[in-house]
């Protein structure tokens, strides 16, 4: 059975660049451990041939942390739980701080995030100010995840020269009620629709170990394929303190790998950006298999509320992998 | 003099706090090992400032 799975994905995926649909990513996801060095060989065959060997690198940085009025389940920055994070805003010369260093990796993207439900004036007047100050003295693509837009503000962002944006479904239709309930999944939708129309390129994935089951984790892979955006950011949960989904298990490191597989083998063309919790889901041996296994970009440094994996481990590992770093002027 | 486990909160006397020493390896602290009040924390690309308003400034990558 799986050697049929494996034989029509090289067929339909690898050959003709087709993803997967729904049914077989959800066959994907169910595959023996014993399956999975040959999925991933295969996913990254097929990110091979669609993407190529470079790896885009990013780091992110939270323009306003905490405090958000919006209920996420996962997230320790809402105001409605107790979590330990506090509300704090970044000031403009630390900002181009943090964007340097980002480029001083090697980066090509740089993203500025808010934890709100969407952006008022005086927050994209710090991000219009931000991005002129990063301009000004960094050479870095600069993307942003400011929640929910509306038009008018979509057009604001291309015109201060936003590069990209970034708004994630997090997850499956079915299983969002379950992830937040302050807002809807068709409304994160509605918004990514306008980013992708406007021109900017779409940054757009999810969080899988959320409790949803493999089908809904395969809902999410063919959904984002039909938003078909430039980016898909795949996070593992980090279950945090204070959250409603603080005792979730982790995600057991050959699920994450089989969705990884899974999401390189539905969106072929996409760049898979390894996201939150790779470190406590995969490790340093994980993240290694999953480069091999269809990731084609990574996020470098620290995340918004937590710490990532030193930035001089990643750029060895992709250095020992023989993946370059993919080059600002190739982004653009 | 009562210390204060960064993550937790909790009296670093009172209690395992293996688990949260485990888990800052990958976080940054969010109370203030001398009086246990919430700090302001801004995590940066290649690190972290905390603040208390008593207390002042810790720093770490």
Partial sequence: MSEDLLTRARRQVLEEGRGLGYDDVVEVLRLPGADIPGLLE??????????????????????????????????SQSGQFTSPVRSVWLN????????????????????????VRGPDERLL??????????????????ACSLGMLTQEQVDQLVEMGVHRYNHNLESARSYFPDVATTH???ERWATC?????????????????MGETLEQRAELATQLAE?????VPLNFLNPRPGTPFESLPVLESGDALRTIAAFRLALPRTILRYAGGREITLGDLGT???????????????????????????????????MPIKELSKTL | MTTYCDRCGEPTDAGDHRACESSRQLEPPRYCPACRRRMKVQVLPHGWVARCVEHGELTGA
């Fill in chain 1, 125 to 142: 007047s710090q991000v219009r100010d931000g991005i002129e100050a990063i301009h000004a003295e960094v050479d870095i693509n600069i």
């Fill in chain 1, 184 to 186: 809807s999944w068709e």
């Fill in chain 1, 288 to 322: 290694r298999d999953g480069l091999l296994g269809g990731i084609n970009a990574v996020i470098v440094g620290n995340y918004l509320t937590t710490l990532g994996r030193d930035p001089g481990d990643d750029l060895q590992l992709l250095d020992d992998l023989q």
């Fill in chain 1, 42 to 75: 295969l996913a990254h065959d097929v990110r091979m041939r669609w993407c190529g060997p470079e790896v885009e690198v990013e780091g992110i940085v939270s323009l306003k942390t905490g405090g958000c009025p919006e209920d996420c389940h996962f997230c």
């Fill in chain 1, 92 to 115: 403009i010369p630390e900002l181009v701080e943090a964007a340097k260093q980002t480029a001083a990796t090697g980066a090509s993207e740089f993203c500025i995030v808010a934890a």
């Fill in chain 1, 193 to 209: 629709e306008m980013v992708r129309e406007a021109g900017m390129e779409l940054c757009c994935g999810g969080i899988v170990g």
């Fill in chain 1, 227 to 231: 938003l078909e955006p430039h980016e």
